[in-house]
């Protein structure tokens, strides 16, 4: 019988727990532990709702490393699914550690204090998971997740050596709100208004938010201004794609999006340090959250698509040759399948994909801490294509 605990109960943690549950061969006991109970509770009725069956609810604080420690001793799952936030990635860590237990993430451990992402604090746990056997899948999302399995699988079947990678992520879904984040909003806008950064010819390379816009034209969506941003799978990609001369990221977003976010910067509404309001002390962004629409409440009036991809260029064969390998997701479709927009969806996929090859051992045979595009990228794609997120290849060899 294989228990798996998910925490986290926000718009990524709804489709987890929907596609957990619809494998349940694989995961026969499913405990979802959030910070505030009632949605767990929402989640575990639509769950029944569908016909997918029970699944346990409970409450954890993730930022206090004795209460997981608690709840993992309490249902000793075999593997921990982190989708709470960023700043709770080392405490949950620790945790599983502590009662050798699998763990896996969809994003990179970020301090609340520094808008500031990188793996050192995560990769440093990797002698003690290795000694300990278990495993720690680190971003088991779809950018970062999918994007760099694709990159591991046209390494191992397309190219001999990859020269350039770049990451394109399209949202073309419309939620008819003036202004609204797909995803935790706190997380999302502290990402699209930090510098970017890419990496070339041995070295990285800072620009000013949002400063590098180039036109790309995405397949079923159309030609979409994209910016260039730093994201934390370049950091793992350089390190294990071994010859590449440049890898950057690219996200589309409409100028009504940007317009928003400038003026919230302008005024001060994207701080993240404390500030007193009429003697009350808040932190502007956590309190914009608050204003914001929750992106889980986004599924059911969105509409569009989604095309995430990796544009590639190498050669094979002495010959040079250029592969976009990507997925379209649409917004309409996920909702009626778990009541989810295509951003929530497109991450708690490959979420559950993860965990399912940790627990059917598939991917548990090297104890320690990888990023996706470490292991073999076969079974995870051959997922994609039975739990939803179907993937095309656009190749194009030169003579
Ligand atoms: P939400 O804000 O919608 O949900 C976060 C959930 O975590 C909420 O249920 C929240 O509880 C819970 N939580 C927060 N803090 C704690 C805590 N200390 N203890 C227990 N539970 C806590 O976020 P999303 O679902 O949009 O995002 C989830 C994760 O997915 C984020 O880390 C995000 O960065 C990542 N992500 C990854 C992507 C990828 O492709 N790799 C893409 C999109 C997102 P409460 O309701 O009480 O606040």
Not at 97 to 123: G, I, M, R, S, V
Request: aromatic share 10%; charged share 20%.
């Amino acid at each position: 019988m294989s228990c798996v605990l998910q925490i986290g109960a926000g718009g990524v943690g709804g489709v987890v727990a929907h596609k957990l549950a619809q494998n349940r061969d694989t995961f026969s006991q499913i405990i979802l532990a959030s910070r505030n109970i009632d949605k767990c509770y929402s989640i575990a009725k639509s769950i029944r709702e569908k016909n997918l069956g029970e699944i346990i609810c409970d409450t954890v604080d993730a930022d206090n490393l004795d209460e997981i420690i608690k709840i993992i001793e309490k249902y000793k799952p075999k593997l921990v699914i982190n989708v709470a936030l960023p700043y709770q990635d080392l405490t949950i860590m620790e945790a599983c550690l502590k009662t050798k237990t699998h763990y896996l993430d969809t994003a990179n451990y970020e301090h609340p204090d520094t808008a500031k992402f990188e793996y050192k604090e995560q990769w440093a746990y990797h002698d003690r998971f290795k000694e300990a056997g278990i495993i720690g899948l680190l971003g088991s999302g779809f950018d970062p997740g999918v994007t760099n399995v694709f990159c591991a699988y046209a390494q191992k079947h397309y190219f001999d050596s990859i020269r350039t990678i770049d990451i394109l992520d399209c949202n073309a879904g419309d939620h008819g709100y003036p202004f609204a984040t797909n995803f935790n909003p706190e997380i999302n806008l502290r990402e699209v208004s930090a510098n970017g950064r890419y990496w070339e010819n041995g070295k990285w390379i800072e620009t000013k938010p949002l400063e590098i816009m180039q036109t790309w034209a995405y397949p079923e969506i159309g030609e979409k201004d994209s910016y260039l941003l730093y994201h934390e799978e370049l950091e793992s990609l350089v390190k294990n794609i071994p010859g590449l001369q440049r890898i950057r990221f690219f996200m589309t977003f409409s100028q009504n999006y940007i317009t928003h976010m400038k003026c919230l910067e302008n005024v001060g509404m994207l701080g993240i340090k404390e500030v007193v309001h009429e003697g009350q002390k808040i932190i502007p962004i956590q309190f914009l959250k608050t204003l914001l629409p929750d992106p889980a409440t986004l599924a059911g009036r969105t509409i569009g698509k989604t095309n995430i991809g990796c544009y590639i260029i190498g050669s094979q064969n002495s010959k040079d040759k250029t592969l976009y390998i990507y997925n379209i997701c649409d917004h309409q479709e996920a909702y009626k399948e778990v009541n989810a927009q295509a951003i929530s969806y497109t991450t708690g996929v490959p979420a559950m994909i993860g965990a399912k090859l940790i627990i059917n051992g598939t991917w548990s045979k090297s104890p320690g801490v990888w990023n996706l595009e470490q292991l073999d990228p076969d079974p995870f794609m051959a997922e994609l294509n039975i739990q939803g997120l179907p993937w095309q290849i656009i190749e194009k060899t030169n003579d």
